[in-house]
């Protein structure tokens, strides 16, 4: 956790920076969406970050979107879950952090599959799974943190991916 805490930092310095008393709540809608979530996405591309840091994060936001500061609290009229969820269905459209982590970790899994001979893929490869392909690929005590990231995402990548036959080459019978 204390690797990441430079991301929450960085978000908090900027709803410091801000002065919410001047923005209506339409305003930090804005620089919630386009400032504060778009902070950690490269980080989360690559890493699972912990869901103790991606809760203070969302709390942080929460609390910048109420008007509150690091002093006083103010009152939440509504919890962040209902806040997280699209507009469609009533929400405010902001991000679940760790979902969007998970989705994020999920597009570079899918990345692996599909560009199987790209150089990080080839060496992720003989690191991790020389003998078999990256759908049966296991996750053993001595992996990377970034292998045990990317590796996260796996099951939801199965789970909601298809397999797409072609010419039959790489059909193991």
Known sequence: MQVFNFVRDRIWKKLKGWNEKA????????????????????VMGLFLLPSTLCSQIEKMINN???????????????????????????????????NFNKAMLGKQWWWLMSRGDSFMARILKARYYPKCDLGEARKCTSSSFLWKSLYSARDMM????????????????
């Open 23 to 42: 923005l209506s709540r339409a305003g930090r809608s804005v620089l919630i969406k386009s400032i504060a979530q778009a902070i950690p996405s490269f």
């Open 64 to 98: 910048f979107y109420w008007g509150g500061n690091a002093e006083t609290r103010k009152l939440n009229w509504i919890r962040w879950d209902r806040l997280a969820t699209p507009k469609s269905i009533g929400g405010l459209g902001f991000r679940s952090f760790h």
């Open 158 to 173: 199965n789970k909601g991916s298809l397999w797409k036959v072609g010419d039959g080459q790489r059909i193991q019978i």
